[in-house]
Nanobody
């Protein structure tokens, strides 16, 4: 069984910073892309940032220059450093991994349970 567990969310004032972490655990053969998405109630889940196993990175335009995604392949972990946070960054942030679990025939997407980030005075 594979799990993605996020941590690091919380309440922060505008202009502040937070660092999200997500650990993939279980019977994993290989992890490909890892990413962070976010969702506001009543809106579609949107991609924030994605990093390939080789380190190629893409960001949503709304977070470029403020957020940094990174990963530790040895620890099956992905991070999201969020700086200069704005009220519009408030959302539930979800970790996503495209991975191949042991005893399965192909890779597929997995999701974490989500962590709330609230940017407010």
């Amino acid at each position: 069984q594979v799990q993605l567990v996020e941590s690091g969310g919380g309440l922060v004032q505008p202009g502040g910073s937070l660092r999200l972490s997500c650990v993939a655990s279980g019977k994993i053969y290989e992890i490909y892309d890892m990413a962070w998405y976010r969702q506001v109630p009543g809106h579609q889940r949107e991609l924030v940032a994605v990093i390939s196993v080789g380190g190629s990175i893409n960001y949503a335009d709304s977070v470029k220059g403020r957020f940094t995604i990174s990963r530790d392949n040895a620890e099956n972990t992905v991070f999201l450093q969020m700086n200069s946070l704005k009220s519009e960054d408030t959302a539930v942030y979800y970790c996503h991994a495209d991975l191949w679990a042991l005893y399965t025939t192909e890779n597929r997407p997995y999701w974490g349970q989500g962590t709330q980030v609230t940017v407010s005075l």
